[in-house]
């Protein structure tokens, strides 16, 4: 999983609670990002990052946030985690993002499986 | 509007065999398409990145197709073994100057049985 770990791996959390997943990589690539899989969905983009507290919008970022205070770690937060945000949530790095190389490779961690009962 | 659609959604097929998943997309202006594998319970790996001028390229035992003119891809599967089991994602960028997209497909779930 080119050097990327996700915590936790598993969780099962409560309507209304907040939530806070957490990614880190030891590549030192400026590109980070945080993706959902859903069945019936190709992977969808929440919040990417390029560079420490440089973060913007994907394409699923409403009830989500993050935050990157260091290169090395990229956290999401669910501010009052909803049933619909159950899902597994899939954390992915890069070296050069959008404006870099066109060939520029994600390379994804092994994912979160968040439950919200 | 941009889309990205894979066959068969599933397949099962002996050890040993040949397949071929396939992916037609409409999303312009393009930029790049790659194919990832994803096992079970694992992040997608990239396969392989083929940009507009190329045709085929090859991994190992994996071959893409790519024909821009179409908007269609292939990803051959030669001599399958049990640990090609996974789901094939078909990703296509979209080229729109600084804020390039990447469009999933849903995936081809390939079964190789004993």
């Known amino acids: 999983d080119a050097g990327i770990t996700q915590s936790p791996r598993h969780k099962v959390t409560e309507t209304g609670t907040p939530v806070t997943l957490r990614c880190h990589q030891t590549e030192n690539h400026r590109y980070m990002y945080w993706y959902r899989q859903d069945p019936g969905h190709g992977l969808r983009l929440i919040h990417y990052?390029?560079?420490?507290?440089?973060?913007d919008k994907g394409e699923v970022s409403d009830g989500y946030s993050v935050s990157r205070s260091k290169t090395e770690d990229f956290l999401l937060t669910l501010e009052s985690a909803t049933s619909s945000q159950t899902s597994v949530y899939f954390c992915a790095i890069s070296e050069s993002g959008w404006q870099g190389r066109v060939t520029d490779t994600q390379y994804f961690g092994p994912g979160t499986r968040l439950t919200v009962l | 509007k941009n889309q990205v659609e894979q066959s068969p959604q599933s397949l099962i097929i002996l050890e040993g065999k040949n397949c071929t998943l396939q992916?037609?997309?409409?999303?312009?202006?393009?930029?790049?398409l790659r194919w990832y594998k994803q096992d079970t319970g694992r992040g997608p790996v990239s396969l392989t990145i083929?940009?507009?001028s190329e045709n085929t390229k090859s991994n190992g035992r994996y071959t893409a197709t790519l024909d821009a003119d179409t908007k269609q891809s292939s990803l051959h599967i030669t001599a399958s073994q049990l640990s090609d089991s996974a789901s094939y994602i078909c990703?296509?960028?979209?080229?729109?100057?600084?804020?390039?997209?990447?469009?999933w497909g849903l995936g081809t779930s390939l079964a190789v049985n004993p």
């Open positions: 990052s390029y560079g420490v507290k440089d973060t």
């Open positions: 990703v296509v960028s979209g080229d729109a100057g600084n804020n390039r997209k990447l469009i």
């Open positions: 083929m940009t507009f």
């Open positions: 992916c037609n997309y409409t999303v312009s202006p393009f930029s790049n």
